[in-house]
């Protein structure tokens, strides 16, 4: 028997894979399967700000989703530094809520210990375009051949 993991459909064929949460498709499908209306993330971050509201809810959704996934890369590779990318870095209360949130997931010695997390969250240098600037270094420069 095939277990069948839990969560939405992803583009991939399985389910509940980390881009279905973690994408700007994923965060609009999650407020329109809770809130009941379709909006892009960067209506939702907008929206998000105010108190009470399905967009608050859905960005703390998500900030706990994207603490949780990295927790575990935290976890296992124990890095200095995790730069965030693409649209979705634009969000600034990324950077305060979910480092401040990874510190439940995150494997300590005791209670006092989770302070012991110096992991920074940043964001990409070239703002949400410097996944496609790395691309272009990596293209070989032939000149005049």
């Not at 967009?55 to 998500?62: G, K, M, P």
């Not at 790395?134 to 293209?139: E, N």
Request: with cysteine; net charge neutral.
């Amino acid at each position: 028997m095939l277990f069948r993991s839990p969560g939405p459909e992803c583009y991939c064929g399985k389910r509940g894979c980390i881009e279905t949460f973690l994408s700007g498709p994923g965060m609009t499908a999650d407020h329109e399967r809770t809130a009941g209306v379709r909006l892009s993330p960067e209506e939702i971050a907008a929206r998000g700000a105010e108190e009470g509201t399905p967009e608050q809810a859905t960005l703390v959704r998500y900030q706990h989703r994207m603490a949780r996934a990295l927790a575990t890369v935290i976890n296992v590779i124990d890095p200095d530094v995790i730069v965030l990318g693409g649209g979705l870095s634009n969000i600034d209360a990324l950077y305060v809520g979910v480092p401040r949130l990874w510190r439940s997931w995150v494997f300590a010695a005791g209670e006092h210990c989770r302070s012991l997390v110096h992991t920074r969250l940043v964001r990409a240098r070239h703002g949400d375009s410097s996944g496609v600037r790395g691309a272009a270094w990596l293209w070989p420069d032939h000149e005049a051949e």
